[in-house]
């Protein structure tokens, strides 16, 4: 139940954080896209044992972060919601590798444990680049950018009408849940004589509304293409933004610059 | 069981999506040839239907904890598994953008997990067969539970392939299976019973739904030969293209098969770092920093070792430290420093 009402309102911040005008939400929706993509490959392509390699990567976020207005908190609270379920899995590396690869007195670091850094650096970055991407462009401009990418119609429409219904669905959810809580006060969860009747009655309720739905696309003069109103141009920024980026993201993938910085003041300290 | 992107590898992550988006240009010609335009808006307010379903917490009985619904199995029934897999992608791509759950770059293993076991295995080879000879209750019980066990198992069982082959973690490829299956066995049991009391009491209030969906608009029948045909076509092509540009990385399929088999196959370096390597060499930047050296050094010489190794030396390992405290607290100030900057600029303007 409150779980409805937060993940509606997720929805919601998320989606007017994307109505905001910066120089981040004019770069063009197509551009944004392919640099988070190809962002999120160079992360993952690192080798399970790299973690000072990984660092500059975070430049990205940050920078996006700042330029576009997003509020960090909740963006971290989504983020510690979300990471500790790859970590579960990379939890088990320290257990399972125990070559050591580091000694200094008393310390010792294992190979299982700077993998499972690595996982968590690279859980910390991925998610955030897709919370990035998501809160400076929208689910409009987004299915745009895919439409330019050849995705067919269908899915396209598919995902934008679902995207749509899920804030009215969402909260007629909310709404036989709470009566339902008020007339069972004492229950955690729905009983299982009223699995069936609940759930089903809101599908058939679904069903009914797809038709009026349709009903109302087809009045509206629906022939099967959905409009999502001015379609931005490529300019020579979009393409400076893009190229910069992988630019970027190419070097820190090809040098480990954090040690390249680390000896050049190692040895200047020398 | 929704993967995220820092437990994969590019190539299984590249060759999934490849998989993934067959499986959905399939579907979407499919449903093209005989599509009633009716079924574009109830796709979008099924997924959008589903999507809040899962919010759901339906209590087990006899225990004290509550499960959640999946909907692939709930999908395909009531829209036909073509229509079934697309509103699932789109599921999972909102789900992956607004709420991180499941990686972009994993989506298509989720797609693939989720919903092409669901709807191009489960459905048609279990679901549909049983309920041939007409619908009961008890026919549609065991169709429901049954199918949603299989499905989410076969989905479960790609998880720990995927994930392995990507190479990341650790977890031998048997404690992984029996940390997996068993839950998603439980996961299964709870998603069969939730779909049989929905569809069993969709059935008595408006029969004509699930009929419509099992026989009038069932768009045609499924050439499973045909998909997976195509589909291990375009998966081995894409794994050989993407694993030869990924070439002699350490993790990825070797790892897993060494890991698994104890057949040794590794080579020795990463291809891109082998490059850096040359290309710092040639740039001679920094001289003294033993990047080139301490690769080489790692470089298995005896069967003992594993992976290689990058650059354990003390005093790579320090300035690596250094430097990566030096790159966090750039970023840190970098950040702030747009954000005072941006802040200042409001309060001019006003």
Same mark, same amino acid.
């Given at each position: 139940?409150?779980?409805?009402?937060?993940?509606?309102?997720?929805?919601?911040?998320?989606?007017?954080l994307?109505e905001?005008?910066?120089?981040?939400h004019?770069i063009?929706?197509?551009?944004?896209?392919l640099?988070?993509?190809?962002?999120?490959?160079?992360v +993952?392509?690192?080798?399970?044992?790299?973690?000072?390699?990984?660092?500059?990567?975070?430049?990205?976020?940050?920078?996006?972060i700042?330029?576009?207005?997003?509020? $960090?908190?909740?963006? $971290?609270?989504?983020? $510690?919601?979300?990471?500790?379920?790859?970590?579960?899995i990379?939890?088990?590396?320290?257990?399972?590798?125990?070559?050591?690869?580091?000694?200094?007195?008393?310390?010792?670091?294992?190979?299982?444990?700077?993998?499972?850094?690595?996982?968590?650096?690279?859980?910390?970055?991925?998610?955030?680049?897709?919370?990035?991407?998501?809160?400076?462009?929208?689910?409009?401009?987004?299915?745009?950018?895919?439409?330019?990418?050849?995705?067919?119609?269908?899915?396209?429409?598919?995902?934008?009408?679902?995207?749509?219904?899920?804030?009215?669905?969402?909260?007629?959810?909310?709404?036989?849940?709470?009566?339902?809580?008020?007339?069972?006060? $004492?229950?955690?969860?729905?009983?299982?004589?009223?699995?069936?009747?609940?759930?089903?009655?809101?599908?058939?309720?679904?069903?009914?509304?797809?038709?009026?739905?349709?009903?109302?696309? +087809?009045l509206?003069?629906?022939?099967?293409?959905?409009?999502t109103?001015?379609?931005?141009?490529?300019?020579?920024?979009?393409?400076?933004?893009l190229? +910069?980026w992988?630019?970027?993201?190419?070097?820190?993938?090809?040098?480990?610059i954090?040690?390249?910085?680390?000896?050049?003041?190692?040895?200047v300290?020398? | 069981?929704?993967?995220?992107?820092?437990?994969?590898?590019?190539?299984? #992550?590249?060759?999934?999506?490849?998989?993934?988006?067959?499986?959905?240009?399939y579907?979407?010609?499919?449903?093209?040839?005989?599509?009633?335009?009716?079924?574009?808006?109830?796709? #979008?307010?099924?997924?959008?239907?589903?999507?809040?379903a899962?919010?759901?917490?339906?209590?087990?009985?006899?225990?004290?904890?509550?499960?959640?619904?999946?909907?692939?199995?709930?999908?395909?029934?009531?829209?036909?598994?073509?229509?079934?897999?697309?509103?699932?992608?789109s599921?999972?791509?909102i789900?992956?953008?607004?709420?991180?759950?499941?990686?972009?770059?994993?989506?298509?293993?989720?797609?693939?997990?989720?919903g092409?076991?669901?709807?191009?295995?489960?459905?048609?080879?279990?679901?549909?067969?049983?309920?041939?000879?007409?619908?009961?209750?008890?026919?549609?019980?065991?169709?429901?539970?049954?199918?949603?066990?299989?499905?989410l198992?076969?989905?479960?069982?790609?998880?720990?392939?995927?994930t392995?082959?990507?190479?990341k973690?650790e977890?031998p490829?048997?404690?992984?299976?029996?940390?997996?299956?068993?839950?998603?066995?439980a996961i299964?049991?709870?998603?069969?019973?939730?779909?049989?009391?929905v569809?069993?009491?969709?059935?008595?209030?408006?029969?004509?739904?699930?009929?419509?969906?099992?026989?009038?608009?069932?768009?045609?029948?499924?050439?499973i030969?045909?998909?997976?045909?195509g589909?291990?076509?375009?998966?081995?092509?894409?794994?050989?293209?993407?694993?030869?540009?990924?070439?002699?990385?350490p993790?990825?399929?070797e790892?897993?098969?060494?890991?698994?088999?104890?057949?040794?196959?590794?080579?020795?370096?990463?291809?891109?770092?082998?490059?850096?390597?040359?290309?710092?060499?040639?740039?001679?930047f920094?001289?003294?920093?033993?990047?080139?050296?301490?690769?080489?050094?790692?470089?298995?010489?005896d069967?003992?070792?594993?992976?290689?190794?990058?650059?354990?030396?003390?005093?790579?390992?320090?300035?690596?430290?250094?430097?990566?405290?030096?790159?966090?607290?750039?970023?840190?100030?970098?950040?702030?420093?747009i954000s005072?900057?941006?802040?200042?600029?409001?309060?001019?303007?006003?």
């Open positions: 139940m409150a779980g409805i009402i937060q993940s509606l309102y997720e929805i919601r911040f998320l989606d007017e994307s905001k005008r910066t120089v981040i004019n063009h929706p197509l551009a944004k896209l640099t988070t993509l190809i962002y999120i490959v160079a +993952v392509s690192f080798e399970k044992y790299e973690v000072s390699g990984l660092l500059p990567l975070i430049f990205y976020p940050v920078i996006i700042g330029l576009a207005e997003i509020p $960090l908190l909740p963006i $971290l609270k989504r983020l $510690l919601l979300v990471v500790p379920f790859a970590l579960g990379g939890a088990f590396n320290p257990v399972f590798d125990h070559r050591i690869v580091f000694t200094a007195g008393w310390f010792t670091l294992t190979g299982g444990w700077v993998s499972f850094f690595s996982i968590v650096i690279k859980s910390i970055l991925t998610v955030l680049a897709a919370l990035t991407v998501i809160a400076t462009t929208g689910m409009n401009r987004i299915s745009f950018a895919l439409r330019l990418l050849f995705v067919p119609r269908v899915l396209v429409l598919q995902l934008l009408l679902t995207y749509r219904y899920i804030s009215v669905l969402m909260e007629e959810v909310a709404r036989v849940l709470r009566a339902y809580h008020m007339r069972a006060p $004492l229950h955690k969860g729905v009983r299982y004589n009223a699995w069936g009747s609940l759930a089903g009655n809101l599908l058939i309720r679904t069903f009914e509304r797809a038709q009026n739905v349709y009903q109302a696309m +087809v509206r003069g629906f022939t099967g293409e959905y409009k109103g001015g379609a931005p141009k490529i300019i020579i920024t979009d393409l400076l933004y190229t +910069v992988t630019l970027f993201f190419a070097a820190a993938r090809l040098f480990d954090p040690a390249l910085i680390g000896s050049l003041v190692t040895g300290v020398k | 069981m929704h993967m995220a992107d820092a437990l994969i590898s590019p190539v299984v #992550g590249g060759t999934m999506w490849v998989a993934s988006a067959g499986v959905a240009a579907s979407i010609k499919k449903i093209q040839s005989d599509l009633d335009q009716k079924k574009i808006p109830l796709m #979008g307010v099924m997924g959008a239907f589903i999507f809040a899962q919010m759901i917490n339906f209590t087990i009985p006899a225990t004290g904890s509550s499960g959640h619904l999946g909907g692939g199995m709930l999908l395909s029934v009531l829209l036909g598994p073509y229509a079934g897999f697309l509103t699932m992608a599921i999972l791509a789900q992956a953008l607004f709420f991180a759950d499941g990686g972009l770059l994993a989506y298509g293993c989720n797609v693939f997990n989720l092409f076991f669901t709807c191009f295995i489960a459905y048609p080879l279990i679901y549909k067969q049983i309920m041939r000879r007409g619908y009961t209750p008890a026919r549609m019980f065991s169709a429901a539970m049954l199918s949603a066990v299989i499905g198992q076969l989905g479960a069982f790609g998880v720990v392939l995927e392995l082959f990507s190479g973690t977890l490829f048997n404690t992984f299976v029996l940390l997996m299956q068993p839950i998603h066995l299964g049991v709870v998603e069969g019973l939730v779909t049989a009391a569809i069993g009491f969709v059935w008595k209030a408006r029969p004509e739904i699930i009929e419509n969906a099992s026989i009038g608009k069932a768009l045609g029948s499924i050439s030969k045909k998909v997976m045909t589909l291990v076509v375009v998966a081995l092509f894409t794994g050989g293209i993407l694993s030869w540009f990924a070439s002699s990385h993790d990825g399929l790892w897993s098969m060494f890991k698994t088999a104890g057949v040794e196959e590794l080579e020795s370096s990463d291809g891109i770092h082998q490059t850096a390597g040359e290309i710092q060499e040639k740039t001679a920094l001289p003294d920093y033993n990047f080139k050296a301490a690769e080489s050094e790692a470089e298995p010489s069967s003992e070792s594993e992976e290689a190794w990058p650059a354990v030396s003390a005093g790579t390992s320090v300035s690596g430290v250094v430097g990566g405290t030096l790159t966090l607290a750039l970023a840190c100030l970098i950040g702030l420093g005072i900057v941006k802040r200042r600029g409001k309060a001019s303007a006003a």
